[in-house]
């Protein structure tokens, strides 16, 4: 028989009794959708769960909250390992589990690993993430960084809760800003050749684009240099391409990202994709002429204006590449498409989420994250310049001061929607104040504990004859609670699309470890309390590898 999960068990068995009570006809209409909530207190000692059903229903239901919920207790069905139900505060009630459901939690992340806590909740719903997504014309930088952690753990956590996800890279190898970034490059591979080439003005003037020119020159001499401007600058343009990409390639593998599929843009005018988006929509009657250009009537559809997708000089806007794009993405199958932006794309949701519902598709169906500004500072102080890169702090010069771990711990560890301030000093700091390392310590503590009851000749009983009875002490209680917080904390950030809630989880199972580290004697001259101890530790160490698994962060056996 399967084990109960919670909070939905109780869920469960409250609509089971509000049914009860409509059907006898104490509830004068149907409760099936009242909208209310099942909760962890705030207030540990009110129990392991809340509902506010009562307080929810109790006008409708012509009577007082604390009438209803007493109702509502007197017609529960049978819950596994629930002890008690009570009436609290204006008509709350309280649920308290019996400590043998988390003797339960830890036979279960005991034995079957980080991967105890998975579910097939989602596995109806094929769900594409798209990120990072930068254009091929320079290296990271530390605001892409974001995006490529957040991407990735939503990724990850979706996965997690059962969706088949697909990540994907999407590159706009076509249009103006590849014109501008070919013309660049091709002056400073002229320059390091020796002659006297200026960058356009309107183009890139990071020192990297020098450094690549230097690399085209002397991978290539002056091959290139003899050729007709529009074959050189095809040639420079292939080049540079590769070695964006290859740059963006190498810096996301330092961070472990990876991606399904990259997707070019160009490809989509190859096949003509972008011609036959608006061809579908023309057809769909949401295109007109004015001033020479065409319009897209994206007013129709929410948007604050219409929008221009033909320049009245026959080129199209970059809207037009992008509603094709997502065009394809539907196309291909996914139910659900995630894209990470930054911040400066946030007025572009409605336009684009206009596009598609004009194509016949539920806007609903894309959603936008958003990714705030990334500030980087050194010992609290803000660093303004890169030595290395000229105007801004590049991905991989951040990777190589603090390392990959610090970099996803730290991107993830707040709200996407909120601007962080990333501290070098402190990311790189080897102490219980910093946060990476207070998680990964409590890891290697876990696999301390286990070399070092090895070391004393302890062999673990098998879990089927250790007495986990003997696990009452207030710490170990707090680790086998938070324990059993992880498939709802993983639920809960998959659905809200929110990584901060697993490293702050993270940190919680952390604190929760180390007290009991520090509080009670694991090795002890009492065989049968070392016994449950160590199986607590190994518990324990599932519900740590699973979130440090989920956030991309490496589990050290020693530190």
């Known amino acids: 028989m399967p084990a109960p999960a919670y909070p939905e068990t109780i869920r469960d068995a409250i609509s089971h009794a509000l049914g009860s009570l409509y059907g006898d006809g104490s509830l004068p209409s149907d409760p099936a959708e009242w909208q209310f909530v099942v909760e962890r207190p705030r207030d540990r000692t009110h129990g392991d769960w809340a509902t506010n059903a009562a307080l929810v229903g109790a006008g409708r239901a012509g ?13 529960l069905p049978e819950v596994p390992f629930l002890v008690s139900a009570e009436i609290a505060g204006p008509g709350f009630v309280n649920f308290t589990l019996s400590g043998d459901w ?21 596995a109806g719903e094929r769900i594409q993430v798209e990120f990072v997504s930068v254009n091929p014309n320079g290296p990271l930088h530390i605001g892409h960084a974001r995006g490529g952690v957040v991407g990735d753990v939503i990724a990850r956590l979706l996965g997690y809760v059962g969706h088949p996800v697909q990540r994907e890279y999407y590159y706009n190898d076509a249009g103006a800003q590849m014109t501008r970034y070919a013309a660049s490059l091709d002056a400073a591979y002229r ?3 020796g002659e006297n080439a200026e960058i356009p003005e309107d183009g890139y003037h990071g020192e990297y684009v020098t450094e690549w020119g230097a690399e085209l020159a002397a991978e290539r001499g002056d091959a290139l240099a003899v050729l007709p401007e529009g074959d050189r600058l095809a040639e420079v343009l292939a080049w540079g391409l590769a070695r964006a990409m290859g740059d963006i390639e190498e810096t996301l593998a330092m961070v472990r990202i990876p991606f399904d599929a990259w997707f070019s843009e160009q490809t989509l005018h190859d096949r003509g994709e972008v011609d036959e988006a608006l061809r579908r929509l ?22 604050e204006k219409d929008r221009v997708v033909v320049t009245s000089d026959g080129r199209y806007t970059y809207i037009v590449p992008d509603i094709a794009y997502h065009l394809d993405k539907f196309e291909r199958g996914f139910d659900r498409v995630i894209n990470i932006w930054g911040a400066d794309h946030h007025g572009y949701i409605p336009r684009l989420k206009a596009s598609l519902e004009a194509l016949g598709f539920d806007p609903g169906r894309l959603e936008i994250v958003i990714t705030q500004l990334v500030n980087i500072a050194r010992a609290g102080e803000p660093v303004r310049m890169s030595t290395r890169a000229g105007e801004f702090i590049t991905f991989r010069e951040v990777v190589d001061e603090v390392g990959a771990d610090a970099v996803r711990y730290f991107l993830a560890a707040y709200s996407p929607d909120t601007p962080i301030t990333f501290d070098l000093d402190e990311a790189k700091r080897q102490s219980m104040d910093n946060p990476v390392y207070y998680l990964q310590y409590a890891h290697a503590r876990m696999r301390s504990l286990e070399d070092y009851a090895a070391g004393q000749g302890v062999r673990r009983l098998p879990l089927a004859d250790t007495d986990l009875s003997l696990l009452v002490h207030p710490a170990e209680i707090e680790v086998l609670k938070q324990c059993d917080r992880l498939r709802e904390e993983v639920r809960e950030a998959a659905l809200r699309r929110a990584p901060h809630r ?13 007290r009991f580290y520090t509080d009670c004697r694991i090795v002890t001259d009492d065989e049968a309390l070392t016994h449950a101890r160590l199986w607590l530790v190994e518990a324990a160490k599932s519900v740590m590898l699973a979130t440090l698994g989920l956030l991309g962060i490496t589990a050290p056996d020693r530190m």
């Open 63 to 75: 009577m007082s909250p604390r009438h209803l919920a007493a109702l509502l207790v007197e017609h």
């Open 102 to 122: 988390y003797l339960e939690v830890l036979r279960r992340a005991a034995t079957e690993g980080p991967d105890h806590a998975r579910t097939d909740d989602g």
């Open 191 to 193: 320059r390091a050749l």
């Open 282 to 303: 023309e057809a769909a009657g949401y295109l007109y002429r004015e001033e020479g250009a065409t319009w897209f009537r994206s007013s129709a559809f929410g948007d």
């Open 502 to 514: 697993i490293t702050a989880y993270g940190y919680d199972v952390a604190t929760a470890f180390h």
